[in-house]
């Protein structure tokens, strides 16, 4: 069975960084995409970033344009999501999730996912 793990959250000043890890128990295949979602008290899940397991395509949502980047390990087991110059409106629950991608690159729909992993907090303030 499919198990997403994500780390490395935490507590970040404004401006800071931090790396978020999600690791896959299996692989990531040519069918897979990888995509992190956020959740903010009292708002809706969004999308974030994601990553194709095809050719390691990203996409980045317009709030993280610029500042995050998607990557993928070379043992194809795990994801990291580098966030620079961090916001206190990045606040949220960060959780990475696994599914197919309907077309050649990856979205961030949550639609096209279907394992989640748990959830880890970033929380960023002086």
């Known amino acids: 069975q499919v198990q997403l793990v994500e780390s490395g959250g935490g507590l970040v000043q404004p401006g800071g960084s931090l790396r978020l890890s999600c690791a896959d128990s299996?692989?990531?295949?040519?069918?897979?995409?990888i995509g992190w979602f956020r959740q903010a008290p009292g708002k809706e899940r969004e999308g974030v970033s994601c990553?194709?397991?095809?050719?390691?395509?990203?996409y980045h949502a317009d709030s993280a344009k610029g500042r995050f980047t998607i990557s993928r390990d070379d043992g194809k087991n795990t994801v990291y999501l580098q966030m620079n110059s961090l916001k206190p409106e990045d606040t949220a629950v960060y959780y990475c999730?696994?599914?197919?991608?309907?077309?050649?690159?990856?979205?961030?729909?949550?639609?096209?996912?279907?394992?989640w992993g748990q959830g880890t907090q970033v929380t960023v303030s002086s």
């Open positions: 299996g692989l990531i295949g040519d069918y897979d995409a």
């Open positions: 990553i194709s397991g095809r050719d390691g395509q990203p």
């Open positions: 999730a696994k599914g197919t991608p309907y077309g050649a690159n990856c979205t961030v729909f949550e639609e096209e996912y279907d394992y």
